[in-house]
């Protein structure tokens, strides 16, 4: 069974830092892309960044030269390291994955900037 666990949200000032980390299970998880998504109230999904399982990254526009995304193979985890943080950023962040056709989400962590 595929499980993913987000942590690391929280309250951050603008212009501040977070990272997330989610830790899966259930999969080979070196050979799997992994994806952070974000969803802020009235707004739809969002595809924030992408990794392959080795290593290659894409970012949507909004983020790019802000947040990183990375992975470790060993851990089964992969990081989302968010800097200049902006009240826009404000969502709940979900790591996501695909297995066998299906998608499968984590349970969402919240990221809230304000001052």
């Known amino acids: 069974q595929v499980h993913l666990r987000e942590s690391g949200g929280g309250l951050a000032q603008p212009g501040g830092s977070l990272r997330l980390s989610c830790v899966a299970s259930?999969?080979?998880?070196?050979?799997?892309?992994m994806h952070w998504h974000r969803q802020a109230p009235g707004k739809e999904r969002e595809l924030v960044a992408s990794?392959?399982?080795?290593?290659?990254?894409n970012y949507a526009d909004s983020v790019k030269d802000r947040f990183t995304i990375s992975r470790n193979n060993i851990w089964n985890t992969v990081y989302l390291q968010m800097n200049s943080l902006q009240p826009e950023d404000t969502a709940l962040y979900y790591c996501?994955?695909?297995?066998?056709?299906?998608?499968?989400w984590g349970q969402g962590t919240q990221v809230t900037v304000s001052s």
């Open positions: 996501t994955t695909n297995f066998r056709g299906r998608d499968y």
């Open positions: 259930g999969i080979n998880f070196r050979l799997h892309p």
């Open positions: 990794i392959t399982g080795d290593g290659a990254t």
